[in-house]
């Protein structure tokens, strides 16, 4: 499998005035193309910063990024912006749909930014999506008549709607039972069957185990899995200051 993300020495910081927070320092990570990865460690350790980075919903402090051989570091927000819209997939825990439109017309929205795709093809597109993950027949329903995992569902056809490369997914079972999480890793691992690279960042151990390989990050870097868990275990809020949130900022 060929390389299709290289992050080199990648670090990010949050400054507000004369105060700091390094949320993620010297991060080095290869994912081939067709890889099922899970991004694992404790709260505020990084995760979802790092996500947001490789997704280029958000920018490295240092470091380099290349896409498919390509350095996208340093390039302009639009070409960032067509990036994501045309390479890569996002799923959230907080699924993110309009409560107005109906699970056919959030399938569809992102679509729309495409210019080259009449309405035809996006709606043949979207009922193909709708197919796939089981859902064909709530195309109508307006998310406050779905469950919590027939919205995640509508939530992982949007996301492949654009046919994407790239699957990114943060937390998506958060907010599920049991059973609804069950079917949403169970349409990760067709997905990954079929060739789609994931990245999944999850602190369930038992989402994170579904994945071909997962990394482990603690207090913003990558650990091995023994020295993250005797290092959480030693630490009973493990990672909780200084990850994520930009509000746990230092005075330098």
């Keep these: 499998m060929s390389g299709i993300i290289q992050l080199e020495k990648v670090g990010k910081t949050y400054k507000v005035g004369k105060l700091e927070s390094k949320v993620l320092s010297d991060i080095d990570l290869n994912i081939a193309e067709g890889e099922y990865v899970s991004i694992c460690g404790p709260s505020g350790s990084g995760k979802s910063t790092l996500l947001s980075i490789i997704g280029v919903l958000n920018g490295a402090?240092?470091?380099?990024?290349?896409f498919e051989g390509q350095d996208i570091t340093h390039m302009k927000s639009s070409e960032h912006a067509r990036l994501r819209?045309?390479?890569?997939?996002?799923?959230?825990?907080?699924?993110n749909l309009s409560s107005e439109m109906t699970a056919a017309e959030n399938v569809e929205l992102p679509l729309t930014y495409r210019k080259e795709m009449g309405r035809k093809e996006r709606r043949e597109l979207v009922d193909s999506m709708l197919d796939k993950i089981g859902m064909s027949d709530f195309r109508d329903h307006v998310p406050a008549q779905l469950s919590g995992g027939q919205q995640q569902r509508i939530a992982i056809a949007r996301a492949l709607?654009?046919?994407?490369?790239?699957?990114?997914?943060?937390?998506?079972?958060?907010?599920?039972?049991?059973k609804a999480a069950a079917i949403?890793?169970?349409?990760?691992?067709?997905?990954?069957?079929?060739g789609t690279t994931?990245?999944?960042v999850t602190h369930d151990p038992r989402s994170a185990s579904k994945a071909k390989r997962q990394v482990h990050l603690f207090d913003g870097q990558i650990v091995d899995e023994p020295?993250?868990?005797?290092?959480?275990?030693?630490?009973?809020?493990?990672?909780?200051?200084g990850g994520d949130d930009p509000s746990h900022l230092q005075a330098v």
Excluded: H, W
Excluded at 61 to 66: A, D, F, V
Excluded at 230 to 239: F, L, M, P
């Design 198 to 200: 994931i990245c999944l």
């Design 61 to 66: 402090s240092e470091g380099r990024y290349l």
């Design 184 to 194: 949403v890793m169970d349409i990760f691992d067709r997905l990954n069957d079929e």
């Design 227 to 241: 020295q993250a868990e005797e290092q959480s275990g030693g630490n009973g809020a493990g990672g909780e200051s």
């Design 85 to 95: 819209n045309r390479q890569f997939g996002f799923i959230f825990q907080a699924f």
């Design 161 to 178: 709607a654009g046919r994407p490369k790239v699957i990114l997914a943060d937390e998506p079972t958060g907010n599920l039972d049991s």
